[in-house]
């Protein structure tokens, strides 16, 4: 996967190439508060995918309760709550449920590729969980509420192709 910094942004990347940056509603610690102040259009660095994650170019995204908590820092800090876990982005990106395409994947995904139209839903599976791992969990989604810069853009770590729900 490569990264082009010559792709204008708000232009869309061919699949598999990723723009050095791109357009995201941010919330930053400066501005907690009402949403409607809080969250606000910034260009940003686009992060590569990490090991289990998909990086998806969002055509649409949700904007639920989720969102007023993170622009309002509480019930949780999640910058702070990423940043304590090695994370080295200053912001968050608004959206949780979200539709798109994926443009690139991590090292050990297996059940989706670039190019595939996906879903994403903010729930959180837990990949050791015993019941996701033999295949018994009646359901599993896709981690979005813990990505490094949030969900709008960026997926977590993909299903285990026996999950089935």
Do not use: Y
Not at 84 to 104: I, L, M, N, Q, T
Not at 126 to 149: E, H, I, L, N
């Amino acid at each position: 996967m490569a990264i082009d910094s010559r792709i204008p942004v708000g232009e869309p990347p061919p699949p598999g190439t990723l723009p050095s940056r791109m357009f995201a509603q941010v919330v930053r610690p400066d501005r907690f508060g009402d949403p409607m102040d809080a969250l606000q259009i910034e260009e940003v660095p686009v992060p590569e995918p990490g090991p289990g994650e998909v990086l998806v170019a969002v055509m649409a995204a949700g904007i639920n309760f989720n969102n007023v908590w993170a622009a309002r820092g509480v019930p949780i800090d999640v910058i702070a709550e990423r940043r304590r876990k090695g994370e080295p982005w200053d912001f968050h990106v608004g959206g949780s449920d979200a539709s798109g395409v994926v443009h690139a994947v991590g090292d050990g995904v297996r059940t989706v590729a670039v190019g595939d139209r996906v879903v994403v839903h903010p729930g959180h599976w837990d990949p050791d969980d015993p019941q996701v791992k033999c295949g018994s969990a009646r359901s599993a989604t896709w981690t979005a509420t813990t990505s490094r810069t949030g969900a709008s853009h960026r997926t977590g770590t993909t299903p285990p192709d026996t999950a089935r729900g």
